[in-house]
């Protein structure tokens, strides 16, 4: 058996399990030759992963064949550093500045967007307050060195702030802004939604995938973008 994917943070992924379970659902399910984080009494089953969606596409795929299956994706919308020393004693708690939101899924949609158009396949993203523990790691070694000698140590769920639900391509094509200008470029839309132009072109390529969005020709260097038949615009 062998798990479709699971967070390394154990204590994370555990308590962002039990906040999915009802009195009538297992856990730890062995099914298909997988072992599945959570089996609900109608049947669906829900796996809880952070990241590498394109390791788990050929599992998906397979489980989808003959299950409802509801991926559930984490974000930190929130994230408090706490350093810790060998003792287990708090010397700091700090709020860091990095902030996800809902678009943080398309990085990960990249390898997958394909699956919003099966039936069986929902998405949730799960925005959560975390504490992420750091300890001191011997400077004689390799790891750390990217935080001054700390590591992680492990992830906490602090608190649900709330759950944002997709089962079809064209729920996704709603985070687009309102505001956006049709056609537009992915600097254009980076612009309008406040998010990194890697991000961006991840979700302009999922979209486009997924029949949500395409191309409208150029403007200048700059592929455009819109919805339905925008037709084609070269400058």
Known sequence: MSHIG?????????????????????????????VI????????????????FGQMRAKLE?????HRLRLVYPVAQAKWI??????????????SPKAGRVETVFSELVSIPHLLADPNF???????????????????????????????????????VACHSFSEPVQLAALLPDDLPTPFTTGELAACAGLPRRLAGQMVYCLRE??????????????????????????
């Open 82 to 95: 706490v350093k810790v020393s060998e003792g287990g004693e708090i010397l700091s708690r700090r709020k």
């Open 210 to 235: 997924m029949g949500q969005i395409q191309a409208a020709g150029k403007r200048g260097r700059s592929w455009l973008y819109g919805r339905g038949d925008v037709g084609s615009i070269e400058e």
């Open 6 to 34: 699971s967070l390394n943070e154990s204590p994370l992924h555990e308590a962002v399990k039990n906040w999915y379970a009802g009195p009538e659902d297992a856990t730890e399910v062995a099914l298909d030759g997988y």
């Open 122 to 160: 929902w998405l949730d993203v799960l925005l959560i307050q975390t504490e992420e523990l750091w300890r001191a790691h011997d400077k004689g070694g390799k790891r750390g060195w990217r935080r001054g000698g700390w590591i992680i140590h492990e992830k906490r769920l602090v608190e649900v």
């Open 37 to 52: 984080d959570l089996v609900r009494a109608d049947g669906e089953l829900v796996e809880v992963q952070s990241g590498n």
């Open 62 to 66: 397979a489980l989808l064949a003959n």
